[in-house]
Nanobody, 124 residues
Framework: QVQLVESGGGSVQAGGSLRLTCATSGVTYGTHVMAWFRQAPGREREGVAG?????DYADSVKGRFTISRDYAKNTMYLQMNSLRPEDTAMYYC????????????????????WGQGTQVTVSS
């Protein structure tokens, strides 16, 4: 059974940094595609960063956010620098078995497993 638990959210001023953590169980090296998503009030959930054969990012966060995985710790991270008010959202980690992955890491419908989310609020 796959379980994902996010942590590390909080409130910061614009220009600040946060590191989000997604602790996983049931996800080991090579078994799942993983990604970070976010959803602001009134908006659709959007892909922020994904790890498949490579890492990829939404244009809005390129150069500011970094996704990484520590397979030994069964953990995924999202380092967020130069935060902006428009980054304010609930952030979710997601996982999808490789055998079911359809090639679009940024699409919420790809993912079978989701965490409960962690709130990030950036003030100007």
């Amino acid at each position: 059974q796959v379980q994902l638990v996010e942590s590390g959210g909080g409130s910061v001023q614009a220009g600040g940094s946060l590191r989000l953590t997604c602790a996983t169980s049931g996800v080991t090296y090579g078994t799942h595609v993983m990604a970070w998503f976010r959803q602001a009030p009134g908006r659709e959930r959007e892909g922020v960063a994904g790890i498949t054969y490579y890492t990829d990012y939404a244009d809005s966060v390129k150069g500011r956010f970094t996704i990484s995985r520590d397979y030994a710790k069964n953990t995924m991270y999202l380092q967020m620098n130069s935060l902006r008010p428009e980054d304010t959202a609930m952030y979710y980690c997601a996982a999808d078995p490789w055998g079911e992955y359809g090639g679009t890491w940024y699409s919420p419908s790809e993912y079978k497993y989701w965490g409960q989310g962690t709130q990030v609020t950036v003030s100007s």
